[in-house]
């Protein structure tokens, strides 16, 4: 995927601040500090166009990145954060709730979890939430160079056991350091939005 031209467009806690020019939407979901930023960096191949954080839950609203006039890229707040408070949890997972069960523009949703952990129970949650709602879900395993290649296919079956993971649901590997899985996943995103 060439990408030619991308804008931070708004950070947006209501339905009616979203976009309505009805590009595709692909939403991005995670625990807090598993790499969504960096994962959006490598897609995009800017460098900071999403703020990275070593401060954990700094993502408090839908990010809107409109990348080539042709998609958004939507990232999500990152929960499992002990330090957000239970209100302000509470207020991440109605605004997530409402897009998710409202959002007609939205083609993908990107669970991205860190493939050197177990799945946390937040992002069981969010998955069997996803299927609840029916949404197509591409998992994102990120930080695949932090772990020798010879573990990854363990590590890739141990996420799908946790989830209980749809088998038609793509699972991509990939590195922000190494650009792994960047074409892979620009083809899962491409699919979702053909369709």
Not at 59 to 84: E, H
Not at 101 to 127: F, G
Request: aromatic content about 8%.
């Amino acid at each position: 995927m060439k990408i030619m031209d991308v804008q931070f467009i708004i950070s947006a806690v209501r339905p009616d601040q979203y976009p309505e020019d009805a590009l595709p939407e692909v939403a991005l979901a995670g625990r807090s500090n598993v790499g969504k930023s960096s994962l959006i960096n490598k897609l995009i191949m800017r460098k900071n166009l999403a703020r990275t954080s070593s401060q954990p839950g700094k993502t408090q609203q839908l990010n809107y990145y409109r990348v080539n006039d042709m998609i958004y890229l939507v990232d999500f707040p990152g929960y499992g954060y002990a330090k957000v408070s239970k209100t302000q949890r509470e207020k991440f997972g109605e605004m997530i709730e409402t897009y998710l069960q409202e959002r007609e523009p939205l083609k993908l949703q990107l669970l991205v979890i860190d493939i050197r952990h177990e799945p946390s129970k937040d992002d069981v949650l969010m998955y069997n939430w996803l299927k609840h709602f029916e949404i197509p879900t591409c998992i994102v395993a990120t930080k695949a160079d932090k772990i020798p290649r010879s573990k990854w296919d363990k590590h890739i079956k141990m996420i799908k056991t946790t989830l209980e993971a749809d088998p038609r649901d793509s699972v991509v590997l990939f590195s922000s350091e190494t650009g792994l899985g960047r074409e892979q996943l620009w083809d899962v995103i491409n699919e979702a939005i053909a369709t």
